[in-house]
């Protein structure tokens, strides 16, 4: 959650803070794709880890006995993989339809 915010914030918003004060886009359309799908990910990254550690929470405190055998390592591997490839995967969707920001 740490590396989608941080990009987040010095990948697409810093640019566009730039863009605000000036009032007009300098640095091109690229970088206005860009930034906008660097933003877009980032913030579904983010949410899909709120999600993750919800459901860590819910199973620490509902099923507190066997969470140390729902929640293994090798299954939060999975998780983390998981969020990363459904954030691939809305990302080629923006490719495929060939939306424009």
Known sequence: MGVADLSCG????APSIVSAVIERWPYGMIWC????????????TSMYTVVLVSLDRYFAIV???????????RRIRIAIFVMWMLNL??????DIFGFMY
Not at 33 to 44: C, E, F, K, P, R
Not at 63 to 73: A, C, D, E, M, P
Not at 89 to 94: D, E, M, S, T
């Open 10 to 13: 010095l990948l697409s918003v």
């Open 33 to 44: 794709q860009v930034s906008g799908i660097i933003h877009s990910s980032s913030v579904t």
């Open 63 to 73: 099923h507190s006995i066997k969470y140390r055998q729902i929640v293994t390592l």
């Open 89 to 94: 995967c809305a990302l080629a969707k923006f």
